[in-house]
């Protein structure tokens, strides 16, 4: 998130209007707030139900506007409902090489599957979790002595720099793939 804010502030064709988390303790709120973004809380915990807190946090959106949701970090599971409002509007980082390894613990399943490389992938949000269009790439070898810390670590530093670029095209209305390959360095 902080990568896409900085990226943003510099010569892009997209603005950052607001950072909004589910959780009153991320750290990237504090963080969006010092790069003079404005930010809210819409704490899941606060409703009863799923619905209740997506119409809060579509209500949120909506008062600043947004023309793309960039989910970084959100690790809540959003309904078809909210998912097909933002259709074609809503883009995701996984950490990992989709489609393989959806979902959770990505570095640790792509080293107890024995994978050569692992990285992450920038896609458009649909009902299918982790599954929509993929519109960038990065990857890396995996090394011999890579634990899941150490694998997580490096391909942070690859989401910070393909989510930006991804942004920059998708902004641009350009659908086409960013692929960053340090497999080959």
Same mark, same amino acid.
């Given at each position: 998130m902080q990568a896409l804010i900085r990226s943003m502030q510099s010569d892009h064709p997209g603005k950052p209007v607001l950072v909004v988390s589910n959780r009153p303790d991320a750290g990237g709120v504090r963080r969006a707030a010092a790069l003079g973004v404005p930010t809210a809380i819409v704490d899941h915990r606060a409703y009863p139900n799923r619905a209740e807190f997506e119409a809060a946090l579509h209500q949120k959106l909506q008062a600043y506007a947004p023309d793309i949701l960039c989910?970084?970090?959100?690790?809540?599971?959003?309904?078809?409902?909210?998912? +097909?409002?933002?259709?074609? +509007?809503? @883009?995701?980082?996984? /950490?990992? @090489?989709? /489609?393989?390894?959806?979902? @959770?613990?990505?570095?640790? +399943?792509?080293?107890e599957a024995g994978e050569d490389a692992h990285g992450c992938s920038v896609h458009e949000v649909t009902d299918d979790l982790d599954a929509g269009p993929i519109l960038g790439q990065a990857r890396l070898s995996i090394r011999a002595d890579d634990t899941a810390d150490t694998l997580s670590r490096r391909v942070v530093a690859l989401e910070h720099r393909l989510y930006p670029a991804v942004l920059r095209r998708y902004v641009a209305g350009d659908r086409k793939p960013v692929v960053i390959d340090e497999t080959l360095v």
């Amino acid at each position: 998130m902080q990568a896409l804010i900085r990226s943003m502030q510099s010569d892009h064709p997209g603005k950052p209007v607001l950072v909004v988390s589910n959780r009153p303790d991320a750290g990237g709120v504090r963080r969006a707030a010092a790069l003079g973004v404005p930010t809210a809380i819409v704490d899941h915990r606060a409703y009863p139900n799923r619905a209740e807190f997506e119409a809060a946090l579509h209500q949120k959106l909506q008062a600043y506007a947004p023309d793309i949701l960039c989910l970084a970090g959100f690790m809540r599971i959003l309904t078809p409902d909210f998912v +097909r409002h933002w259709t074609g +509007r809503c @883009l995701n980082i996984h /950490p990992s @090489l989709l /489609p393989k390894f959806r979902g @959770l613990n990505t570095h640790a +399943r792509a080293l107890e599957a024995g994978e050569d490389a692992h990285g992450c992938s920038v896609h458009e949000v649909t009902d299918d979790l982790d599954a929509g269009p993929i519109l960038g790439q990065a990857r890396l070898s995996i090394r011999a002595d890579d634990t899941a810390d150490t694998l997580s670590r490096r391909v942070v530093a690859l989401e910070h720099r393909l989510y930006p670029a991804v942004l920059r095209r998708y902004v641009a209305g350009d659908r086409k793939p960013v692929v960053i390959d340090e497999t080959l360095v």
